[in-house]
């Protein structure tokens, strides 16, 4: 049972007993809850969705949106989707047939790559679909009456606050800040004189929308060579964190291979290792399996403190090799939403722009976009590498912007460190 289950069965019993409901959120899987009774509103955007504000926004209707992301996918849910299907073409389809049951049924009457793509991807759909499927049937211990606003426990409250150090929080309930919200406690990382992050050369005061900077100077290595690779894996073994990232054939991770790696342990350097690229001319690269072997000790030692972003789709990817990644430490995408948990984006593009002030390569660059796009595999390895590089390069220095901040406030440490990594 996960949140949104919850948050899906009140809001239909609600609904049921005749109230009007609206959910603020900013997924796009909560519209599948929309009715007559229920409307979402997105308080970053101050837009709301009503029954015809989805059938606008998606081009289907509410009760066809469990369907749209089962062939849409959406790699924030992990719903690994069907290939070459995207928002466009998933309303196409089911304005055609209705809905996934029925274009199921008549899955050999697609023609083209999406029908090919489809027919190869139906034994998938039902997990798609289980997986976009919001719950309305959670056995909870309390109900929509249950959870109206009461008279404030302020013994419970002095104690959650003092014990998380919520010193904005305190005064509130005191008297003395009557406008204060739970948000200050990342302002009050400003009273500390010194923090980890000053020490290191970083703004650990800067507010998440003030950029610590970034270096100019990148040198991004593209390893080809069984020399080269020695190298590397030398100041690998000698680093005490590692970023790293894995380039794949897709976002599906329980299907997806690695097409090349790359590695950061200094700002500005980074390099790339090349695996799988197949395109006609393409230089002569590792054998993955032999590199993948070669790299299984240091991936596989939990002494060794390894860093990505959004890192448990890297370690499924190798799990998909045969590698079980230990040492996983740090995650910058946890580390972004830790520290700015309204921001709607924590995507490294986004992230990197926000805290870094740095505008880096998009997928869409490299590999291109709708119909015109290609698999990684395809991207020249000159260009692959630049992008590839640079994802763990700006890991690495949103990690070393972004800790400083998160280890300053003892109540966002603890949240980071027993709930949100264990999870």
Same mark, same amino acid.
């Given at each position: ?62 009760? /066809? ?17 069907? /290939? ?169 991770? #329980?299907?997806?291979?690695?097409v090349g790696l790359s590695f950061s342990v200094e700002p500005g350097k980074a390099a790339y290792v090349p695996l799988a690229h197949d395109y006609a001319g393409a230089p002569a690269q590792l054998d993955r399996g032999e ?36 040492? #996983?430490?740090?995650?910058? #995408? ?28 998009a997928y869409e660059a490299v590999a291109g976009k709708g119909a015109k796009a290609i698999p990684f595999s395809q991207v020249p390895i000159a260009k692959a590498a630049e992008y590839a590089a640079e994802d763990a390069d ?30």
């Amino acid at each position: 049972v996960e949140a949104d289950d919850v948050i899906g069965t009140l809001a239909r019993r609600a609904a049921a007993a005749g109230s009007r409901v609206l959910i603020s959120t900013g997924d796009k899987d909560m519209a599948q809850l929309v009715d007559g009774a229920i409307t979402l509103i997105n308080t970053m955007s101050n837009t709301r969705l009503d029954r015809e504000g989805v059938k606008s926004k998606f081009d289907v209707l509410p009760e /066809q949106i469990i369907d749209y992301l089962a062939l849409a996918g959406d790699s924030s849910d992990n719903i690994p989707g069907i /290939q070459k299907v995207g928002p466009k073409t998933a309303a196409k389809l089911l304005a055609q047939y209705g809905s996934l049951d029925n274009l199921v049924a008549h899955a050999s009457e697609v023609g083209g790559k999406v029908g090919e793509n489809l027919r190869a991807g139906l034994d998938t759909l039902e997990l798609s679909r289980k997986l976009a499927t919001i719950r309305t049937d959670v056995e909870l211990p309390i109900g929509p009456d249950d959870l109206a606003p009461g008279e404030a426990d302020v013994p419970r409250l002095r104690e959650l606050y003092s014990r998380f150090e919520l010193r904005s929080l305190l005064r509130q309930l005191d008297g003395e800040r009557p406008g204060a919200t739970g948000s200050d406690a990342r302002e009050e990382a400003a009273d500390t004189t010194a923090t980890p992050g000053a020490a290191a050369g970083h703004d650990a005061d800067a507010g998440p929308h003030q950029p610590a900077g970034a270096p100019t100077a990148r040198d991004y290595e593209t390893v080809l060579t069984r020399e080269h690779l020695q190298r590397w894996l030398t100041r690998l073994e000698q680093a005490e964190l590692i970023a790293f990232d894995t380039e794949t054939t897709g976002l599906d991770y #329980m299907r997806a291979q690695i097409v090349g790696l790359s590695f950061s342990v200094e700002p500005g350097k980074a390099a790339y290792v090349p695996l799988a690229h197949d395109y006609a001319g393409a230089p002569a690269q590792l054998d993955r399996g032999e590199t993948l072997e070669t790299l299984r000790p240091l991936l596989g030692d939990p002494r060794r403190g390894k860093l990505g972003h959004h890192l448990k789709f890297d370690a499924h990817v190798l799990a998909n090799h045969g590698i079980a990644l230990e040492g #996983m430490r740090y995650d910058s #995408m946890l580390e972004s939403y830790v520290w700015d948990s309204v921001a709607t984006r924590h995507d490294m593009d986004s992230a990197a722009r926000r805290y870094l002030g740095v505008h880096t390569i998009a997928y869409e660059a490299v590999a291109g976009k709708g119909a015109k796009a290609i698999p990684f595999s395809q991207v020249p390895i000159a260009k692959a590498a630049e992008y590839a590089a640079e994802d763990a390069d700006i890991t690495l220095q949103l990690h070393r912007t972004l800790w400083p901040k998160i280890t300053s406030v003892p109540a966002l440490e603890r949240l980071y460190t027993e709930i949100e990594q264990p999870l």
